[in-house]
C-alpha cells in the first residue's frame, strides 16, 4: 500500500508500508510513530473499545502480541507509569572512587530490564550469561509488564533513556541518555543520522554544593563538557577547577574539544 502520512512527526510523507490483507483502500490508520533509526518504525495503534471506527473503512484485525500490547499501554495510562525509570536499589557503595560510580551506574542500568530482549538475543549467542538475566526485574516476583513495556516504548518514541536513583546512600541522581538532534541543513540525513553526536546530561543536588548538571557530548571520538550549577558559589568552584578536570579527562584518552561552565542566570 501507499500510504499518506500526517501528524506532529512527519508532515504530508508518502511511504510504501505492508499492512496485509485486512485493511481496505481509502482507509484512515492510527499509527504510533516509534523511532526513524535506522529506517522509520510505526506501531498500528488499537483503537479505543468505545470509539467506532469510521464507517468508511474496514475493522483492523490485530495480533495476539499487538493486542496484548495494547492491553498493556491502557494499563499503564490508568496506572500513571512515569516514563522516567525510577531505580530501587543504591547503585554503588563506593562515592569516592569514580571509576567504580561510572561500572555500578553501568551495572544499574543494564540490569534495569529496559534492554531485556536484547539481553536474550545476546544470550542466544553466548554474549550473556543466564545468571545475568536473573537478575533483570522480568525474572523477578510481582514484575509489571505494563510499566516495562510503557517506558521501553517510551524510549523507542523518544530516543532517549531516562533513569533516577539513589546513586549512593541518600544521594539522587537523574540521567538522560539521548542523541542530539540533527542539523536543519544536513545534506545526507542517513549520514547525518550516523553521525549524530551521543549525549548525557546528569544532575545531582548537593547537600552542600547545590544543584550540579553536567552535559556531556559526544561525538566522532570527541567531547565536549559543559557544567552548570545553580549557586554562584559552586559556579566558581567549578570554573576553578575546570583546568584539572580537562587534564584528567585527557589522561584517560579522550579527545576534549571544549570544557565551559555555565554561571547561572
Do not use: C
Not at 491502557?74 to 562515592?95: D, I, K, L, M, W
Request: proline residues 6%.
Amino acid at each position: 500500500y501507499v500510504v499518506k502520512l500526517s501528524g506532529q512527526q512527519v508532515q504530508d510523507l508518502t511511504l510504501k508500508m505492508d499492512l496485509g490483507s485486512q485493511v481496505k483502500l481509502g482507509q484512515t490508520l492510527s499509527l504510533q510513530y516509534m523511532h526513524g533509526n535506522p529506517a522509520l518504525t510505526f506501531m498500528l495503534k488499537q483503537p479505543p473499545v468505545a470509539t467506532p471506527l469510521p464507517q468508511t473503512g474496514a475493522a483492523v484485525n490485530l495480533s495476539n502480541a499487538g493486542s496484548l500490547i495494547g492491553q498493556y499501554l491502557q494499563q499503564a495510562q490508568v496506572h500513571q507509569v512515569p516514563t522516567r525509570y525510577e531505580a530501587r536499589g543504591v547503585v554503588t557503595r563506593s562515592p569516592l572512587k569514580p571509576e567504580l560510580i561510572a561500572q555500578d551506574l553501568k551495572n544499574a542500568i543494564a540490569r534495569t530490564g529496559l534492554f531485556y530482549e536484547s539481553h536474550l538475543q545476546e544470550a542466544t549467542q553466548g554474549q550473556h550469561s543466564i545468571a545475568q538475566l536473573k537478575q533483570e526485574p522480568q525474572n523477578q516476583p510481582n514484575f509489571s509488564n505494563a510499566a516495562m513495556l510503557f517506558q521501553q516504548l517510551a524510549i523507542l518514541e523518544h530516543q532517549r533513556l531516562a533513569w533516577q536513583g539513589e546513586v549512593w546512600a541518600g544521594q539522587k541522581m537523574t540521567l538522560d541518555v539521548y542523541a542530539e538532534e540533527l542539523p536543519v541543513d544536513a545534506d545526507d540525513a542517513a549520514t547525518a543520522l550516523e553521525d549524530r553526536p551521543m549525549a548525557s546530561e546528569l544532575t545531582i543536588d548537593f547537600p552542600h554544593l547545590g544543584k550540579v548538571t553536567a552535559k556531556l557530548s559526544l561525538a566522532a571520538g570527541r567531547m565536549r563538557i559543559q557544567l552548570e550549577s545553580d549557586t554562584p558559589q559552586t559556579a566558581a568552584i567549578l570554573q576553578n577547577e575546570k583546568i584539572a578536570l580537562a587534564e584528567a579527562v585527557t589522561k584517560n584518552g579522550l579527545a576534549l574539544d571544549a570544557l565551559t561552565v555555565r554561571l547561572p542566570s
